[in-house]
């Protein structure tokens, strides 16, 4: 089998899920061309699973100071260029699709009557999920941004039938902690805030991944250049996380048992979402602004037990490559049975002032 699958890399959590899916569709018999689109190739890294992937700009956000820029985004923005990467494709040669938020790939099917295959936690959206921020405008952008024929979502909880647990590498095996070792990945805030607050919360050694060029030592800090194998590493050693309200390493985290710290980008709905749906499910501890006392405070909280997911990846592989003949719904169904269990705490538990939670099947419902 043929496949063409785009990728949204304005974030690591994309292109970290499209590996890992990549690896089970390649030992599932199925050949697969990438694209990547949302960040300038010269910043991309550590891609040689990818073997020679495509690149255009695509279209994404711009953040200042932790929070999204509305002008600088849209001065960012060129829908002639847009609209020119849509037409170079030819998509015709492939037996399936497949776009994880990807925009350009998605946008080419729809413009050419072709069945795309949305697989994404921006396509959980569709469903009840707990919810922050979701004004109609953000609502509209997160639907039309890059629409599919059919969606798969990923979550943390089956909060729809649409929904399988995260796209994790599960042959990662939890490791003995390193005692006060703490793992920073905040690419949205400035680096010099971050240095600033964490230097004054001298109890952890704090591993700080940001866009630097060689390492860097200062106290209690161990600044480190971006990279996939050393991040692993350190998230693997370390018994904490402190980072923005991604999905993919907020998943990893809860796979393998970090305790959590995220502090949501604010303006983007489905980080602020995020943010909610970890309070909700007791997955994290959440912060408006990076503060010293907001670290310390977290530091004193006791290190959760693994929560493992089930190996998602292997078993989407062999449902694309197999034509897709299992409902989704069914295939949620076996896949969360695997998960293990965290009670969700109750909606009325939860701080006021946000949007209302739904109501939290069980995993393992009834679609």
């Known amino acids: 089998m043929k496949i063409f699958y785009g990728v949204q890399a304005t974030g690591n959590g994309h292109i970290t899920r499209a590996r890992i899916l990549g690896r089970a569709l390649e030992a599932a018999g199925a050949r697969v061309t990438w694209l990547f689109s949302g960040r300038p190739p010269e910043k991309l890294f550590d891609m040689e699973a990818f073997g020679n992937y495509q ?28 609209f020119r990467d849509i037409r170079a494709l030819d998509l015709s040669d492939f037996d399936c699709i497949i776009s994880d938020f990807e925009p350009v790939t998605a946008w080419h099917c729809r413009f050419h009557g072709l069945p795309c295959l949305g697989i994404s936690h921006q396509s959980a959206f569709t469903a009840p999920i707990p919810l922050e921020g979701a004004r109609p405008l953000q609502r509209l952008v997160m639907r039309c941004f890059a629409p599919c024929t059919t969606s798969v979502g990923l979550h943390w909880h089956p909060f729809g039938p649409n ?3 995260p796209i994790i590498d599960t042959e990662r095996s939890p490791e003995p902690p390193a005692p006060g070792k703490i793992l920073v990945y905040l690419p949205f805030e400035e ?11 001298g109890r952890a ?16 800090l161990h600044l480190r250049p971006f990279s996939r194998t050393g991040f692993q590493k350190d998230l693997a050693t370390c018994q904490g996380v402190i980072s923005s309200a991604g999905f993919e390493l907020a998943s990893e985290a809860i796979h393998l048992g970090k305790k959590l710290l995220v ?7 489905e980080q602020l979402s995020n943010a909610r749906a970890l309070e909700l499910l007791g997955f994290a501890t959440r912060m408006e602004r ?35 003949t299992e409902k989704v719904d ?6 969360w049975a695997r998960a293990t269990r965290r009670d969700p705490r109750r909606p009325m538990e939860q701080p006021t002032g946000r949007h209302p939670d739904p109501p939290l099947p069980a995993r393992g419902f009834t679609a």
């Open 263 to 269: 502090k949501p980008v604010d303006g983007q709905m």
């Open 290 to 324: 990076l503060a010293p006392h907001t670290v310390a405070a977290w530091l004193d909280a006791p290190v959760p037990a693994p929560c493992p997911f089930p190996d998602t990846a292997s078993e989407l592989a062999h449902w694309i490559t197999r034509g897709r």
């Open 191 to 201: 680096r010099r805030v971050v240095e600033k607050v964490l230097a004054q919360t």
């Open 330 to 335: 069914l295939l949620s169904r076996r896949l």
């Open 55 to 82: 690149t255009c700009k695509g279209l994404t956000f711009v953040t200042k100071k932790g929070r999204i820029d509305p002008l600088k985004t849209a001065a960012n923005l060129s829908f002639p260029t847009f």
């Open 205 to 220: 050694r704090y591993t700080v991944y940001c866009d630097i060029n060689a390492p860097r030592d200062r106290g209690n």
């Open 163 to 165: 929904i399988l647990p």
